[in-house]
């Protein structure tokens, strides 16, 4: 019976244990930009678009905050997912890491006048390993949210203390009919990412995360107003990672 166990024991320790082994000077870095998801329609200005309904509009600010964005590991199957279940040092080493998982700082993005310009949201330092999912919660702003001041003093200031949206622009169909819509509410998503691992060998990665504000008025029809549709939760479903840049 020993000569049974003790093998089996080591062979928990060396993929469990060493799996639990937190390795320091792990990185990503997070950013945020936005982007067309569709082609331009035609004679457009800079911020046209046309809803998957076929209604036209002219958006002339946009204001969303980003509240926070967690960060999953890939899904482990077979033994190396039932020897992590059995490894107490793996268990705990899971349960520790939970913040290095979050970053809990809101941020107020602001649609500017043209896309590529990035946001910087933070770094992550997780533990080392794979992860294949990012969820981004868009909710309302706090008194700590990066770029409320700048709100405060654009073109036209917002105060956007307590929201998660702020809109304005203008439909056009047959005469143009100004809009503005805002909401307290709250919506999460999650992205999918493209394998991004770290470790030892390879402890710094970054990925920047596009809004589609094309399609953030998707569902309005012509003649029929933004109030009528979840707004926050196409500004939440038009996220998707950026391409990496090659070098």
Partial sequence: MPSVVKPFVLLVCLTGCGGGERIEGMQLSLGLTTGRARSVPEAAGARTLVTDEGARATLQGAL????????FRCEETGLRQWLRALSPVGTAWAHSTTNALRLGTPHVVSLGESDG???ALGVLHPPPGRYCRARLTFEPADSDAEGLGAA??????????GLSLHVRGTLEDGEARDFEFETRGRSSVDVVLDGV?????SPRAERVFTLAWDSWLDGVGPGESPRNVDMLGNVARSASLQPPVVP
């Fill in 197 to 201: 691992e770290l470790s030892e060998a």
């Fill in 64 to 71: 969303v905050t980003l509240g926070s964005v967690e960060l």
């Fill in 152 to 161: 405060l003093q654009g073109a036209r200031p917002v105060d956007m203390l």
């Fill in 117 to 119: 310009a990035v946001v």
